[in-house]
């Protein structure tokens, strides 16, 4: 567990020289600029790492911070190893299952996220308060609801950290084992909507945009952990809240998910309609990357009704707008959609065409690009590339690509990348007297079992 006894990062501080936190804060995102990296480096942030609180920066941070201080590490930026801070140094004492790495670190975060609400007197009280609620923040039966109180700084503070961590344990290790406790936060977040009142209209637009993004990401952990119809309610939990607040932004993302959605769930024709109404939402926005998105999302959706003419025209805008390149007004949420991205949602769209070569060749594409930091996703692009090599013919190839996605397994708990490869297994099962075939449908049905 992370220690509550904070001690303060003077190392940093003497980096920080004569420049305010809200200076070096503006370095900092420059910096992130120039290597294609994006955070929401602010002055709070600054003080947080220079109290000790960050005790090691996110992956995202740290390759920033080592570009600003070439030759420098993160002990001499006064941060603590990695696997002290995430609990990684127990491993060999944690039986399999669940993956040693992920119960640590889902121990640590779910703790985290209990107390990431209790930053204030009132922020207290609404901690124990979701306890009484229903999904989506409605009181269930017999509970009470807190009295009316001031929103302040600290309430709306709580919030938007619990989706920045969120967001950074999903990308390591995905949804499976942090949906529930995830779920928490985000009742007392619709609590802190339902009974706070904010004495400016800045707070109560960022408590609208931060509940409305946890509502996002809860929602992303039930999608890709199998729960479809709660990933549901969430998004169009989130849409009704960007609805209420006028937040363009907020509603483009929750129509971003809510397409992806539909497409996982065999739905094309909701999978494009909401991915051109996130194209309506973002357009006054700014954000190239962001409609390259939704262009990809409207792609995907358009692939699965067989229209391939639409779907290479999606495409086509897709990569036009990524190739005008990051900007101020990307979305915080959007740092994961890099090259690789790209490649892997192109790779989909050609595999629900039929297209398995084409499809192969840019997941290929998609597993060199990323970021092997990013764990989950990795572990998703080289399952993507296992089933197009599977489906195309090409057995021992997807045999050898499946090996490498078993290699993964340990630290990932994702129940779409399992059902993915559980689909790989069943085409490649006849081919199973090729001996690489076999090595790895034998290595396949021992993991599985163990994980469950």
């Keep these: 567990m992370v220690s509550t006894g904070a001690v303060p990062n003077f190392a940093f501080r003497r980096l920080r020289g004569q420049r305010s936190a809200g200076e070096f804060a503006a370095a900092v995102r420059r910096s992130a600029r120039e290597i294609g990296e994006r955070v929401a480096c602010d002055a709070r942030?600054?003080?947080?790492?220079?109290?000790?609180?960050?005790?090691?920066?996110?992956?995202?941070?740290?390759?920033?911070?080592?570009?600003?201080?070439?030759?420098?590490?993160?002990?001499?930026?006064?941060?603590?190893?990695?696997?002290?801070?995430?609990?990684?140094?127990?491993?060999?004492?944690?039986?399999?299952?669940?993956?040693?790495v992920l119960h640590s670190d889902i121990d640590e975060e779910s703790d985290v996220l209990r107390r990431v609400f209790m930053t204030s007197g009132t922020a207290t009280a609404l901690a124990a308060a979701p306890l009484g609620l229903g999904v989506g923040g409605t009181p269930a039966a017999g509970a009470t609801a807190p009295d009316r109180h001031r929103v302040g700084e600290a309430e709306v503070s709580a919030v938007e950290n619990a989706v920045r961590r969120i967001r950074l344990l999903d990308d390591r290790h995905g949804g499976d084992g942090l949906y529930r406790e995830a779920s928490r936060p985000l009742r007392a977040a619709y609590a802190l909507l339902d009974t706070g009142t904010a004495a400016k209209r800045s707070t109560a637009d960022r408590l609208h945009a931060g509940a409305g993004e946890l509502a996002i990401s809860v929602g992303w952990l039930a999608h890709d952990s199998g729960r479809s119809e709660d990933a549901r309610s969430h998004y169009a939990e989130a849409l009704a809240t960007a609805r209420v607040a006028g937040d363009a932004a907020l509603e483009a993302h929750a129509f971003?998910?809510?397409?992806?959605?539909?497409?996982?769930?065999?739905?094309?024709?909701?999978?494009?309609?909401?991915?051109?109404?996130?194209?309506?939402?973002?357009?006054p926005l700014g954000s190239p990357r962001l409609l390259a998105l939704l262009a990809l999302r409207e792609a995907g959706g358009r692939a699965g009704l067989g229209d391939r003419p639409g779907c290479e025209r999606a495409i086509g805008r897709a990569r036009a707008a990524f190739e005008r390149g990051p900007c101020e007004a990307d979305p915080e949420w959007m740092t994961f959609f890099r090259e690789a991205e790209l490649e892997m949602l192109e790779a989909q769209c050609w595999s629900a065409l039929g297209d398995w070569p084409r499809a192969a060749r840019h997941a290929r594409r998609a597993v060199r690009l990323q970021d092997p930091h990013f764990t989950r996703n990795l572990a998703l692009y080289r399952t993507e590339l296992t089933w197009d090599l599977a489906r195309g013919g090409r057995a021992e190839e997807a045999a050898t690509a499946g090996h490498r996605v078993l290699d993964l397994l340990d630290g990932v708990r994702s129940s779409r990348i399992r059902t993915m490869l559980a689909g790989v297994t069943q085409v490649l099962a006849p081919r199973r007297g090729a001996d690489e075939v076999r090595g790895f449908l034998e290595r396949y049905a021992t993991v599985s079992g163990v994980s469950g």
């Design 45 to 100: 942030y600054i003080g947080r790492v220079e109290s000790g609180e960050i005790r090691c920066p996110n992956y995202a941070y740290e390759r920033v911070f080592l570009h600003m201080f070439p030759g420098m590490s993160l002990a001499d930026l006064g941060f603590s190893p990695r696997e002290t801070v995430r609990g990684r140094g127990a491993r060999a004492a944690v039986e399999i299952p669940p993956p040693p």
């Design 256 to 283: 971003c998910n809510t397409s992806f959605l539909a497409r996982d769930m065999g739905r094309p024709r909701e999978s494009v309609r909401a991915a051109e109404a996130g194209q309506r939402a973002a357009r």
